[in-house]
């Protein structure tokens, strides 16, 4: 089964859609929002595999939406207008749908979504300290060992990966990376950054009483609350 989540203003559009997809009985609905900043806390927390996203949204476009979140699901945009589908490539759309949206171009879209899960599964398994990974960023490549890596921290919808003084952007959310990095090596700081461990250069603590690591690259990185405990557990003699 996949999930699914429809974020859409228009409640007449939310039922055509829903009714379109109670014909795919391999999709499981997660839940529809109106309301961007609704939508953004359901993703995070539900983390549905499948988002059918309208643009034109109250007090955020889809675009802004796409940039608030943490998590990054597969996206297939749903808009009356055309003159978008440039600007949603751009972020790794898996199709674009125009309203109303017929049958054949929604299965179509889902095939997509199937192939995509298909030909990412081998992807997701878990790296090793000594792994290496392929690292694109425009026209520059790397072949990285994890060990290089600095930090990586959450630019939008990208994650900017920090080593040897580079700073490429990859399309993946930091949520993806954490289920993939090796824990012995890599830790989740905050919600906007993961720190290699062994880069870290020294430990003080903030006036608020939370942790704040400096890293080997000068780098100042504040642990949150959230995540203290666990990092004193887990350094601890």
Known sequence: ???????????????????????????????????PDMAIQAIEQQQPEVLFLDIQLPGKNGFELLDALSYQPAVIFTTAYDHYAVRSFEYDALDYLLKPIEPARLAQALQ????????????NSKLEANSSVFVKDGEQCWMLELSRVVHFTSVGNYTEVHFDGHRPLIHKSLNQL????????????????????????????????????????????????????????????
């Open 112 to 123: 997509r979504v199937q192939h995509r899960r298909d030909n990412t599964a081998p992807a």
């Open 1 to 35: 089964m996949t999930t699914a989540m429809i974020v859409e203003d228009s409640r007449l559009a939310r039922v055509e859609l829903k009714n379109l997809l109670l014909q795919h009985h391999d999709i499981t609905l997660l839940g529809e929002y109106e309301e």
């Open 178 to 237: 954490e289920a993939r990095l090796p824990e012995q090596l890599f830790f989740r700081a905050n919600r906007q950054q993961i720190i290699n461990i062994k880069k870290i250069a020294s430990i003080d603590l903030t006036i608020a009483g939370n942790l704040e690591l400096v890293l080997c690259d000068a780098s100042n990185v504040e642990v949150s609350r959230r995540h203290s405990a666990r990092f004193k557990q887990l350094l601890s003699l």
